[in-house]
């Protein structure tokens, strides 16, 4: 098991260390930091006394390993729009994109587990149907959209959430549906196609002929064996969730990480959005391996092969 987490956590650091150069050379091939910052309307040689100021005449290679020996220093440099500690600023936003993470998944699961339980229950009849629809419809639908029509029904009709902000728990609550419907019928379908293998095994057969009760049977005895899965791709969803954000917290104005990723690419603040990258880079795949580890330690089968 140990030789297990070692690889993977060794993968893990090349995939992490493979997307920090990806994104910033594509980063600085989106435009000129230099200009951004002098200006409209700024003189040719006011760019490049810029340019030179901040590097940015230097290869790019070598602006990269400068920037990667900093950033393992812990030097993550200094906005170039917001005058402040890139670091400071990030860890300023992270736990407002952590809460909308959690809550978003929380609602993902709370939804449908139940659907996926009575879907695999009631199979091929109109329940099982209609839980298909509800889930076809999630994933069909952009979230962008999905939060835009629930601006428009609960705080321009009803008036009954704030549009934007992140001051209070009501400020959360339609990012969390409309970030949290988008990955749920993932989990719907899984649990269905995992009650459907489990209600027809042996044992439960067994349960049912002994006369347990048939709540005894779903959830004490299959539902248990179903979620195993589960909890595998919880962690993978966390991830997509914390790295998905940016529309949805920009749409819903949450002062995240995402909200702060839009305004970077707006300002062509390159040093913030070359750590937002990372940082959500780096917690998807710490995610996935904590993935990988639970999917091993609860299948022996994996660490064999």
């Given at each position: 098991?140990?030789?297990?987490v070692l690889?993977?956590?060794?993968?893990?650091l090349?995939?992490?260390?493979?997307?920090?150069?990806?994104?910033?050379?594509l980063?600085?091939?989106?435009?000129?930091?230099a200009?951004a910052?002098?200006?409209?309307?700024?003189?040719?040689?006011?760019?490049?006394?810029?340019r030179?100021?901040?590097?940015?005449?230097?290869?790019?290679?070598?602006?990269?390993?400068?920037?990667?020996?900093?950033?393992?220093r812990g030097?993550?440099?200094?906005?170039?729009y917001?005058?402040?500690?890139?670091?400071?600023?990030?860890?300023?936003?992270?736990?407002?994109?952590?809460?909308?993470?959690?809550?978003?998944l929380?609602?993902?699961l709370?939804?449908?587990?139940?659907?996926?339980v009575?879907?695999?229950?009631?199979?091929?009849?109109?329940?099982?149907?209609?839980?298909?629809?509800?889930?076809?419809?999630?994933?069909?639908?952009p979230?962008?959209?999905?939060?835009?029509?629930?601006?428009?029904?609960f705080?321009?009709?009803?008036?009954?959430?704030?549009?934007?902000?992140?001051?209070?728990?009501?400020?959360?609550?339609?990012?969390?549906?409309?970030l949290?419907?988008?990955v749920?019928?993932?989990?719907?379908?899984?649990?269905?196609?995992?009650?459907?293998?489990?209600?027809?095994?042996?044992?439960?057969?067994t349960?049912?002929?002994?006369g347990l009760p048939?709540r005894?049977?779903?959830?004490?005895h299959?539902l248990?064996n179903?979620?195993?899965?589960v909890?595998a791709?919880?962690?993978?969803?966390?991830?997509?969730?914390l790295?998905?954000?940016v529309?949805?917290?920009t749409?819903?104005?949450l002062?995240?990480l995402?909200y702060?990723?839009?305004?970077?690419?707006?300002?062509?603040d390159?040093?913030v959005?070359?750590?937002?990258?990372?940082?959500l880079?780096?917690?998807?795949?710490l995610?996935?391996?904590?993935?990988?580890?639970?999917?091993a330690?609860?299948?022996?089968?994996?660490?064999v092969?």
């Amino acid at each position: 098991m140990i030789g297990y987490v070692l690889k993977r956590l060794g993968l893990a650091l090349l995939v992490a260390l493979a997307v920090s150069a990806i994104a910033f050379f594509l980063l600085r091939l989106s435009g000129d930091a230099a200009t951004a910052i002098a200006g409209e309307g700024a003189r040719q040689e006011d760019i490049e006394l810029i340019r030179k100021t901040y590097g940015l005449d230097r290869p790019l290679v070598v602006q990269y390993v400068e920037w990667l020996w900093q950033t393992l220093r812990g030097d993550f440099g200094t906005s170039l729009y917001f005058k402040t500690p890139v670091s400071a600023l990030v860890l300023d936003k992270l736990p407002t994109t952590i809460v909308l993470g959690l809550t978003s998944l929380g609602f993902a699961l709370l939804v449908s587990i139940p659907l996926g339980v009575l879907a695999a229950v009631y199979a091929n009849s109109w329940i099982d149907r209609l839980a298909l629809a509800i889930a076809v419809v999630g994933q069909a639908l952009p979230n962008f959209f999905f939060a835009l029509i629930l601006v428009m029904f609960f705080s321009i009709t009803l008036r009954w959430l704030p549009v934007s902000g992140s001051d209070s728990w009501a400020h959360f609550v339609m990012p969390t549906i409309a970030l949290g419907y988008y990955v749920a019928p993932a989990f719907m379908r899984l649990v269905r196609a995992g009650m459907i293998e489990v209600l027809s095994a042996d044992y439960i057969r067994t349960a049912r002929a002994k006369g347990l009760p048939a709540r005894s049977v779903i959830f004490k005895h299959a539902l248990r064996n179903a979620l195993v899965p589960v909890v595998a791709l919880t962690a993978v969803q966390l991830g997509f969730l914390l790295g998905g954000s940016v529309v949805v917290e920009t749409i819903f104005a949450l002062d995240g990480l995402g909200y702060l990723a839009y305004q970077s690419i707006t300002y062509k603040d390159f040093p913030v959005m070359q750590v937002v990258v990372l940082l959500l880079s780096v917690l998807y795949v710490l995610l996935t391996l904590l993935a990988d580890v639970a999917n091993a330690w609860l299948d022996p089968r994996i660490r064999v092969a």
